[in-house]
Every structure is written in C-alpha cells, then in structure tokens.
C-alpha cells in the first residue's frame, strides 16, 4: 500500500456504502485484500504503507502489536459483513500481501483467511495467495499454509545477484527464492510467482540476463518483472541524490525489458499484462485481473485500499490507529470518494489497455479514438485485435503504454 492517502470525504463511521454501491453487485466478482504492514527491515527503495518492529516501538502500544494483528485484521472482516449486509456473493480470490505476510506464523494467515470464509465463504474455485519473503518460510510453515486454503504463493526475489540484492537492501540469500519455488511444489501449491526487479542501480544486462535465467530455471508457473521506481523519501533516492549509486535511464529499462519478454517468451511464458507472464491461463494472477477489470474488492488493514461500485476508500495508515478504531467499534476508513461515470471509463481504460485482451475501442471517445488510430499506424496497437474492435499493444506499445494511454483517455 501506498504510503500516501489521498483527500477525500469522510467515511461514516460505521462504513456504510451508498445504496448504490450494490447495485448490480451480483454481476461483479468480489475479492479480498488483506493487508499486513510489518517488515524485519525496510528495503531502501520501498514506499509501501509498512513499519519495522523499531519504527512501531513506542507508537502504538499493544495495538500496533503484530502479536494480535490476526485477530484486529478479522474484526474488519466481520466489519465488511456488516456494511455489505446480505449481499450473497462468495469471494472470488484473496490476496495477502505486506509487508512480510510471512513474518505471522502461518496459524495467524489461516486465521485472517478463516475469517473471510466464515463471513462471507469462497467460492469452489477461489484464488487464495499470500506474499512470502523467502528468508521468512520453511516447507513446515509452506505445508501449513496450504492445509489451511492457500493455493498460490508469490516470492520476493527480485534478482539473483549479491550486489544488487545489497543495493535494495534485500536481506535474503541468492538461490533461496529459487528453492522456496520446489519447497512450495511439494507442500502442494497449484501456483507460484516469483517477483524481479530491473533497473536496479549498479545492475549489467548480464545480471539480469542471469535473474532470469534463474527464474526460470526454478519452474514457476507466473513471473512479475518490474521496472525499479525511484520514490521520492526513499533511503534509494536519498542514496542517488548524494551521488552513492547511479541512476537508470528509461532506455536501459526499455531494454530489460525486451530481454525479459524474449527469455520468458522462450521459456514458454506468455504476457498477459504488462509486467506479468504466466505459462498458462490459469496461471495467470486473477486477483491482479479483478483490480485491472474494475471488480469489487474490499481492502483490509492499515493503509489498505478498497472498491464497491464505484465507491473507493481507504484506511488509516498507523497499525495503532487502525486497531483503535476496530476496538471502539468504528470503520477505519480514513477518507472516500465516488467515482463518478466519467472517471471509471478513464480508469477502465488506463488499466485494461496494459492488458492483453486489451480495452474495447467503443470505450474511446473521438480524440482517444483518432489517438488509437495514429498509435495503429505508429505500430503501438496490433492490428488483427483493433480490427476485431479491440486496442491492444504490440511489444513496442507495452514499452511507450504510458504514452498511449494518455492519448487515449483523451
């Protein structure tokens, strides 16, 4: 989660959505995101909503306590039952996410996972993942995990060098992530992920050349590979800023990316999103899709975000203040707004072009459509798909994909 809120109106205090955030709900999946904020360390170039155990010390108390997170994390839980009464849907996928999830014991994820099936129960076939830090779990802890519902697993590699691993501050070994892929396989998991990083400051196309290599090599059915963002406030950028380590560009990043989609392409991974490739459709991280397609999802813990029918809002970031909340019988909401009809269609196509069904071009009003039609001639949209009434990018789109949504949300 972001560490940033936005503005926004006022959440009532016990949640309650307008009437018309249901309405039609039945024809919308909905999905759940349980977020944990703790870490053992900060890496230098992370922004998300999350705290070590040194920065919550003396802020907080018992509340921010990662001891009982478990149980304050089901309080919002049974919360969402509460706002969105006797809506029937069963939830199609959770995702747990951090943070280091993995930093709980695995009793404590199966009960934040109990909690949503009891409230609201999963559906037959529900996607049910965790994040995991590769230092943080052992086939003991994977065998629990997946006795207790969890069927996909999502690790940090991030890169198989050292020094690159030193400069974002990684704490794990190089070649654990690879063996957390067979440990998971053997606890049972139907899918797993591993998560890269490229354009790490320091990082030789022959670094990443063997990042992948070793991704692969380890048999995951989904990899993520992601271009490094430099966030302001960040130890990196502060590093940069003083001259410590240098700084990508955006053609060295437009290069990485093009040898990871020819290795992964090679490897039998097919793209599905910009930054993901999956060996197969039901590979592919349905969780992810249901954000991208504008599904509802319900955002639990500090900082998290949440969506129900064009209502989206957002939780208080400290964990103390979060659980005080829930304790005093009150919504954790920070602050929400109404999407208005507008604003969905721009989001609508700002997150379905990265996909690659892509976005149907009746959403397009004229000067986006006159936009799709240069992108068309200029090679950025495949031609069979926009033929078919679909915008979809070419491998030269998704690497300008920022460029051409913004020429066709216009």
Request: aromatic content about 8%; some cysteine.
């Amino acid at each position: 989660m972001p560490s940033v809120l936005p503005d926004g109106e006022t959440v009532p205090e016990d949640g309650s959505l307008p009437a018309s955030a249901l309405d039609g709900a039945g024809d919308r999946p909905l999905a759940f995101y349980l977020h944990v904020p703790y870490c053992a360390t900060r890496c230098g170039y992370c922004d998300f909503n999350t705290y070590t155990a040194t920065e919550l010390r003396g802020s907080g108390g018992v509340l921010a306590s990662r001891d009982n997170y478990a149980a304050t994390l089901a309080d919002e839980v049974r919360l969402a039952r509460k706002v969105l009464g006797d809506d029937p849907r069963q939830v199609r996928t959770v995702f747990v996410g951090g943070g280091t999830p993995t930093l709980l014991p695995a009793a404590d994820l199966v009960a934040m996972l109990g909690a949503v099936r009891e409230e609201f129960g999963l559906a037959d076939d529900a996607e049910i993942t965790t994040e995991a830090n590769p230092e943080s779990v052992n086939p003991e802890y994977l065998a629990e995990l997946r006795a207790g519902g969890f069927n996909r697993i999502s690790f940090g590699m991030q890169s198989a060098r050292p020094h690159v691993l030193k400069v974002l501050d990684r704490t794990h070994t190089p070649g654990r992530p690879e063996a957390c892929v067979a440990e998971a396989r053997a606890a049972g998991f139907d899918h797993v992920n591993l998560d890269l990083i490229y354009g790490t400051p320091g990082e030789s196309d022959d670094d990443w050349h063997a990042s992948l290599t070793a991704a692969v090599g380890a048999g995951p059915d989904h990899i993520s590979a992601y271009a490094l963002i430099v966030e302001e406030g960040t130890q990196l950028a502060r590093r940069i800023r003083r001259g410590e380590v240098p700084m990508t560009d955006d053609d060295v990043h437009a290069d990485r990316y093009l040898i990871a989609d020819s290795m992964l392409a090679d490897a039998g991974y097919s793209w599905y999103e910009v930054s993901n490739w999956a060996t197969s459709d039901a590979g592919r991280c349905l969780h992810n899709e249901l954000y991208w397609r504008g599904a509802d999802w319900w955002g639990a813990g500090p900082g998290a975000h949440s969506h129900v029918g064009g209502v989206r809002w957002w939780n208080v970031k400290h964990p103390g203040a979060y659980a005080a909340a829930l304790a005093e019988g009150r919504s954790p909401g920070a602050g929400r707004e109404l999407l208005p009809a507008e604003d969905r269609r721009v989001e609508r196509i700002l997150l379905e072009l990265r996909l690659r069904e892509g976005v149907p071009l009746s959403l397009l009003r004229p000067a986006g459509l006159a936009a799709s039609r240069t992108a068309l001639t200029d090679g950025l949209l495949d031609e069979a798909s926009y033929g078919a009434g679909q915008a979809v990018l070419t491998l030269r789109g998704r690497l300008l994909a920022d460029a051409v949504v913004r020429d066709l949300v216009d």
